[in-house]
């Protein structure tokens, strides 16, 4: 794999290396996009961000972070750590994919103790949308409990042909699996809310409401 590096001003207290691109500017703007962007690095013209490392003014080693991308360009893994701090690892990021182009991201943080990365949280994000493909229709959040994935919270979102959002449904974790909790269902200027009872397994509507809309001349 071919590399390019270019170096960085960041400020008057240190520098960036990045590994990624064709011009110190293009470098600059692709960091930029990073920074605001951390799940989604960015693959131009062939080019994969492959590392961003800082460091300090005195000239020692500042934070670094590493990155992997599969054969798709999408990426799979995201390593940070501090090594001018004595810290061997910050987080570690791993990005999984299935046929369906569903993504699966877990977090993991760095035990000093043991030597070895302990699980944290994880972030499943299906994609279902009918005209952007890109747009998540459903988030489920879990959390590590030391022997397990524990679930936080989970929603999922169903659209028309047109894009338009018919059905949203929230759920709650309970006795090692999902139990819906709260829907709002939309159609022809009407919305439902309902809530779900766990006793008779079924919805409850609790709060309706409608709206107009009106065409503007301009």
Same mark, same amino acid.
């Given at each position: 794999?071919?590399?390019?590096?270019?170096?960085?001003?960041?400020?008057?207290?240190?520098?960036?290396?990045?590994?990624?691109?064709?011009?110190?500017?293009?470098?600059?703007?692709?960091?930029?996009?990073?920074?605001?962007?951390?799940?989604?690095?960015?693959?131009? #013209?062939?080019?994969?961000?492959?590392?961003?490392?800082?460091?300090?003014?005195?000239?020692?080693?500042?934070?670094?972070?590493?990155?992997? $991308? #599969? %054969? %798709?360009?999408?990426?799979?893994?995201?390593?940070?750590?501090?090594?001018?701090?004595?810290?061997?690892?910050?987080?570690?990021?791993?990005?999984?994919? #299935?046929?369906?182009?569903?993504?699966? !991201?877990?977090?993991?943080?760095?035990?000093?103790?043991?030597?070895?990365?302990?699980?944290?949280?994880?972030?499943? #994000? &299906?994609? $279902? $949308?009918?005209?952007?493909?890109?747009?998540?229709?459903?988030?489920?959040?879990? &959390?590590?409990?030391?022997?397990?994935?524990?679930?936080?919270?989970?929603?999922?979102?169903?659209?028309?042909?047109?894009? $338009?959002?018919?059905?949203?449904? !929230?759920?709650?974790? %309970?006795?090692?699996?999902?139990?819906?909790?709260?829907? !709002?269902? !939309?159609?022809?200027?009407?919305?439902?809310?309902?809530?779900?009872?766990?006793?008779?397994? &079924?919805?409850?509507?609790?709060?309706?409401?409608?709206?107009?809309?009106?065409?503007?001349?301009?």
């Amino acid at each position: 794999m071919r590399t390019k590096t270019y170096p960085l001003l960041y400020g008057i207290i240190g520098a960036l290396l990045v590994c990624f691109t064709t011009s110190p500017l293009a470098a600059q703007r692709d960091y930029n996009y990073y920074a605001s962007n951390p799940r989604y690095v960015p693959v131009k #013209d062939g080019w994969a961000l492959d590392s961003i490392i800082g460091f300090t003014g005195a000239g020692g080693t500042g934070n670094r972070a590493y990155y992997k $991308h #599969d %054969a %798709a360009g999408r990426l799979i893994e995201e390593l940070m750590y501090t090594p001018y701090q004595g810290v061997t690892g910050l987080v570690f990021n791993q990005f999984e994919f #299935d046929d369906k182009g569903n993504e699966t !991201s877990i977090t993991y943080n760095w035990d000093a103790g043991t030597s070895a990365w302990i699980p944290n949280s994880k972030i499943v #994000d &299906s994609y $279902h $949308h009918p005209i952007n493909p890109n747009f998540p229709t459903g988030q489920a959040y879990y &959390s590590w409990n030391g022997t397990g994935w524990v679930g936080m919270q989970k929603n999922e979102t169903e659209y028309d042909n047109s894009g $338009h959002q018919t059905i949203y449904t !929230s759920y709650t974790w %309970a006795e090692n699996g999902w139990v819906p909790s709260m829907k !709002s269902e !939309s159609v022809q200027g009407e919305t439902v809310s309902s809530s779900w009872n766990q006793t008779t397994q &079924s919805w409850e509507v609790y709060g309706k409401f409608r709206w107009t809309t009106t065409q503007m001349v301009m």
